[in-house]
């Protein structure tokens, strides 16, 4: 019975997968996808509980099903890390044009042409830092859309 139940679910989630929409509350997920409904508590804590504990929110979110928007560059751990540390001296050099921590950045992402890599980004800051909230994945995220 229990493979029957997971089977379902999961037939569900691939079925819809090419309608779905994120739920901006809860996220997306298997949760999201099955419970459609978000117009109560109740429902929103059914689909949040559901994409938590059946940890399928990562692999949503990695292969861009469930509801998930994939990353647009997947970046290697110690880019990630290395913006994660350094936004706002990455932000000030970013403004500035150059920087060592633009070097390194480009080093971390295999960038051969730093000066060019350094001048898009600076043409592009406001597009790269679009507010003071701006998170990590988002600024990686904006590096690869204005400027690889």
């Known amino acids: ?3 029957i ?3 379902f679910a999961a037939v569900i989630a691939l079925s819809t997968s090419a309608f779905a929409g994120v739920n901006s509350q809860t996220g997306c997920g298997l949760g999201s996808m099955i419970i459609k409904d978000d117009s109560s508590a109740v429902l929103l804590a059914l689909q949040a509980t559901t994409n938590g504990t059946s940890m399928n929110q990562i692999f949503g979110i990695t292969s861009g099903t469930l509801g998930c928007t994939k990353t647009k560059l997947v970046m290697n751990e110690r ?3 290395f913006v994660a540390s350094n936004m ?3 932000a000030k050099e970013i403004a500035r044009g150059s920087g060592e921590s633009i070097d390194t950045l ?3 992402l295999s960038i051969e042409d730093k000066a ?3 001048a898009s980004l600076q043409a592009n800051y ?3 830092y679009t507010s003071q909230k701006v998170e990590m994945a988002d600024v990686l995220d904006n590096i690869a859309t204005t400027t690889l």
């Open 106 to 108: 480009a080093e971390l």
């Open 126 to 128: 406001n597009s790269i």
């Open 116 to 118: 060019t890599f350094s």
């Open 79 to 81: 880019a990630e890390e």
């Open 5 to 7: 139940l997971v089977s």
């Open 1 to 3: 019975m229990k493979k």
């Open 88 to 90: 706002d001296i990455l």
